[in-house]
């Protein structure tokens, strides 16, 4: 009861004091501090639901299940209740039927929580793609890919987590014996809500890599901000009205919608003119529809993930499938050459060159952003102004907020080609302003290379268990020399 009661004293004084005489750097490390004592809390929720049930308070006050009874008690909504108790089932120690403690059933998630290494947030993707590993998967596996996807949590972003998954749910099955694929066949679907009162109604369902990389490449052309816009009479709705750049350009001045709003009327402006998908026309001067990139080596093994032009992954027997089905561009590149040259001919890179641009970089290249590459546009790391040649080693994917930070005034940003001998070489480097990064180290952007993330995650873990393992011997045999171990 302590703890309790000083917790709120506590957080009454965080209310009521005044941040001001903090410095800048004393308040950026309070904040630190209060969100890793925030994630510390949930670890505290969960022991409160499952001392709830320990003492049977939902049965003693009527109610027929605990979540009914955080609900009544609590005020929580029905859908926060039901989140709260599956997570102590999952991260609260769970005992047997012979009183046996039997642990969390996710000990490196429960045990990061508990250090406040982790959000809320984090655990429940984490749980949501354990719980996805398909029926084949083994304890080992299963535990593996736990322990992967709570060292990334540690640092990373729960954004990224959901990639990650999937790329280790395709290194589970490394033979391509579709078992993933049939489990995303068996949960796809996609449900029309009964109208409501009001005239809407809800659409809601999940959809297979298949539909999502060619329902992108629809979005990626009539979901612009100025494409059918039902509140812009002068609005292209068309793939061909869209081709006059200036028009387009002019309602996207005048677009105040939403991006969801957008999708909406995408796809209604897409459905109501039925354009035949072979008419879409050319979306950042390539054809509309879905862009696949695979390396020979994964076509070979028929194993591995695609990825799409618009940041998704399709796993390659499905994108092999996508490839014989309408017309999609399928790039395939052996592991290193990017063998264009095209030389200072012309300003604008050709569609070859975006398409090896898109199978080697995959999205916008400034460190931290998600655009994928159906958002980004070539940009010359040497400008062409400056004569930067419009070659492939000189040309890079930035989407068009990243691309306006890079000019040469104060707080502008710098690119670089990493060289040969860089532990990324030939990646685009991205040298922040002063303000944000003193030292002005290149970084390159992970966030669409999930693979290679995965790969520095397990060298981490594999590090840290040789280093426990030394340790480990050591003590059990403290005068061995240590030439003795492998
Ligand atoms: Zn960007």
């Not at 890793?36 to 809390?41: N, S």
């Not at 490449?217 to 750049?245: H, Q, V």
């Not at 300003?347 to 290249?365: F, M, V, W, Y």
Request: charged share 25%; glycine share 8%.
């Amino acid at each position: 009861m302590d703890g309790a009661h000083a917790l709120v004293a506590a957080v009454h004084t965080l209310c009521e004091e005044s941040l001001y005489p903090l410095t800048d750097d004393e308040f950026a490390e309070m904040m630190a501090e209060v969100e890793g004592a925030m994630r510390r809390l949930e670890t505290v929720k969960h022991r409160f639901v499952a001392d709830t049930e320990r003492r049977s308070l939902a049965d003693q006050a009527g109610f027929r299940k605990t979540h009914i009874y955080f609900e009544r008690t609590l005020r929580l909504s029905h859908a926060e209740a039901l989140a709260r108790v599956r997570a102590a089932e999952r991260l609260s120690p769970q005992i047997s039927k012979q009183g046996e403690d039997l642990g969390p059933a996710l000990p490196y998630v429960a045990a990061a929580q508990r250090e406040g290494a982790i959000s809320a947030d984090h655990a429940r993707r984490i749980a949501w793609i354990i719980k996805r590993l398909p029926e084949i998967t083994t304890d080992a596996e299963r535990e593996n890919a736990e322990r992967i996807l709570t060292e990334y949590a540690c640092e990373g972003s729960p954004d990224v987590l959901p990639g990650l998954g999937e790329e280790i749910m395709c290194r589970i099955d490394p033979d391509g014996t579709l078992t993933t694929e049939k489990d995303r066949q068996r949960r796809r679907g996609i449900t029309l809500g009964k109208q409501r009162v009001d005239g809407m109604s809800e659409l809601a369902g999940e959809i297979t890599p298949e539909l999502r990389a060619v329902l992108e490449a629809l979005l990626a052309k009539f979901a612009r901000p100025g494409m059918c816009n039902p509140e812009d009479p002068e609005s292209p709705c068309t793939a061909t009205a869209a081709d006059d750049i200036d028009a387009l350009a002019a309602a996207a001045q005048r677009d105040t919608r939403t991006s969801a709003q957008r999708n909406h009327d995408a796809l209604l402006g897409f459905l109501r003119f039925d354009v035949d998908s072979t008419q879409l026309g050319t979306h950042r001067g390539l054809p509309v529809a879905a862009m696949i990139t695979m390396t020979i080596d994964e076509v070979e093994r028929a194993a591995g993930v695609a990825t799409t032009a618009t940041g998704g992954t399709v796993s390659i027997p499905a994108a092999l499938k996508l490839a014989e089905g309408s017309r999609p561009w399928l790039a395939i590149f052996d592991g290193a050459g990017l063998p264009l040259h095209l030389g200072r001919g012309r300003r604008l890179a050709s569609p070859a060159q975006r398409l090896a641009l898109i199978a080697a970089e995959k999205g916008c290249t400034r460190p931290g952003c998600s655009a994928p590459a159906s958002l980004a546009a070539v940009h010359h790391v040497t400008e062409y102004a400056k004569m930067g040649a419009t070659d492939i080693e000189n040309l890079t994917l930035a989407c068009d907020s990243c691309h306006a930070l890079i000019h040469d005034g104060p707080g502008g940003w710098k690119t670089v080609k990493l060289p040969s001998d860089h532990r990324f070489p030939g990646r685009t480097g991205w040298i922040a302003p002063p303000a944000v990064d003193s030292t002005g180290t290149p970084k390159v952007n992970q966030r669409h290379h999930i693979g290679e993330q995965l790969a520095i995650e397990l060298a981490k873990i594999h590090v840290r268990d040789a280093i426990a393992a030394k340790r480990h011997r050591a003590r059990l045999c403290p005068r061995a020399p240590s030439r003795t171990n492998h």
